[in-house]
């Protein structure tokens, strides 16, 4: 690859892994809220949640309307509204309507990173002759380690602080880097295309069951973004110390991403052995504590992302040729934050009626695992059993029809 693509790909990675800087941060003010404003559970979970509406209705829109615009430009604009929105929430004064409208914008401005980045990213694998999985595997490392340095930045920040500087630094930062991406952005031939066809390639059953697949693993992933920090700080954790802990979550990972892609065996296969081996952890994880539970906790990112790279980067990249990345990855991605809005209200909900009991939220992430098992695998069987159902759904086309099967 040419130093000037070399350059645009690290231009996308780091460009997504600074979007999280105005998304996780919420995590590190809902201790401090609940603490020190009388904010309920319930009400921080519906600000979490209304983020998360808008970030998946956001990424269903932009996934299809991305398709016809320059996508590092998409990009910037992204990061530059999402740091106004943030800008805003710290001088909410934790006025309760203030950050839920705030966050349900910064929702829609966060939903135009991840899609228009996936699709640029195969465009210049395509232009290259570059190997399209392995980048986008790559590029999938981008949001784990920006979540793992943002939760870090964000919990030192707030710490010594306060919570509103948990959002004045984030939008400082995703400022700075929408404003030098504007200014370093490659000029790029957009062909129109009809947005019915789009929808229509769009809505393959493969993608459809990634979609479902993505949900339900989002809910286990955000219910670990949102939901680890408060419970950390109520098992008796600082915010500093919280954020210490769980920093190395995403950290492990981009390891368990990388072994993920290295390991040459069938996909379908792999994923059933990462989320089983993710289960097991949750399975346990309440009914463990000290250095040993920390451990564990670490452990889950290394089973976690694996799969979740693959489902949301990976496998929409390879529709590079059928011009439906950015679409196939705005669906996927969309579905899986309609998982990320129901865990934002079913975590104090079953709190609530559990009497703060979470090792049953633990042991409903376990469940959540092995579901997404039974999707992925009824799904290979079913497409190796009717490949003229494989063929239809165009999963056959990429690399001389071979690489379905380690789907």
């Known amino acids: 690859m040419h130093n000037k693509e070399k350059n645009m790909f690290w231009h996308l990675w780091s460009s997504y892994a600074i979007y999280y800087f105005g998304r996780v941060n919420l995590s590190f003010v809902i201790p401090i809220l609940l603490a020190t404003q009388g904010l ?7 600000v979490a949640s209304g983020f998360f509406f808008a970030y998946a209705a956001g990424q269903f829109i932009h996934g299809q309307i991305s398709e016809k615009f320059n996508p590092f430009t998409y990009i910037a604009v992204g990061l530059i509204g999402s740091a106004i929105m943030n800008m805003i929430m710290g001088f909410s004064g934790a006025f309760f309507w203030i950050l839920f409208i705030g966050e349900v914008m910064d929702g829609g401005f966060q939903s135009m990173g991840w899609s228009s980045v996936v699709r640029a990213n195969a465009e210049a694998q395509r232009k290259t002759k570059g190997n399209i999985d392995k980048k986008s595997t790559i590029l999938g490392t981008s949001y784990q380690i920006g979540n793992s340095f943002a939760w870090l930045i964000s919990s030192f920040v707030i710490g010594w602080f306060g919570w ?12 700075a880097r929408g404003i030098t991406l504007l200014m370093v952005k490659p000029q790029m031939k957009i062909k ?4 019915v066809k789009q929808i229509g390639q769009t809505l393959k059953l493969p993608i459809v069951i990634c979609g479902i697949g ?23 954790s600082s915010v500093i110390g919280a954020g210490l802990k769980i ?4 950290i492990a990972g981009v390891l368990g991403t990388l072994f993920y892609n290295k390991v040459k065996i069938n996909r379908s296969i792999l994923t059933a052995i990462f989320l089983s081996c993710l289960g097991i952890i949750f399975a346990v994880y309440g009914y463990l504590d000290g250095t040993i539970s920390v451990i564990v906790l670490i452990l889950s990112g290394f089973f976690l992302y694996g799969p979740h790279v693959f489902l949301v980067s990976t496998f929409p990249s390879r529709f590079v040729d059928k011009k439906i990345v950015a679409s196939s990855t ?15 209200i079913l975590v104090p909900f079953i709190l609530d009626i559990t009497n703060d009991n979470w090792n049953i939220i633990f042991l409903f992430w376990s469940i959540l695992c092995v579901v997404i098992i039974i999707l992925i695998m009824g799904l290979y069987i079913y497409m190796k059993s009717d490949r003229e159902a494989a063929k239809e759904a165009d999963v056959l086309d990429y690399q001389e029809n071979k690489e379905f099967v380690k789907f």
């Open 40 to 46: 309920s559970k319930y009400s921080l979970g519906l």
């Open 164 to 175: 509103q500087w948990g959002f004045w630094v984030a939008s400082i930062i995703m400022a």
């Open 192 to 195: 129109k295309r009809s947005t």
């Open 214 to 236: 993505m949900a339900l693993l989002n809910m286990v992933r955000y219910g670990v973004i949102i939901w680890i920090p408060t419970y950390l700080i109520e098992q008796g």
């Open 247 to 250: 920093f190395l979550i995403p």
């Open 330 to 344: 705005g669906f996927i991605d969309g579905m899986a934050y309609i998982g990320a809005i129901i865990i934002g």
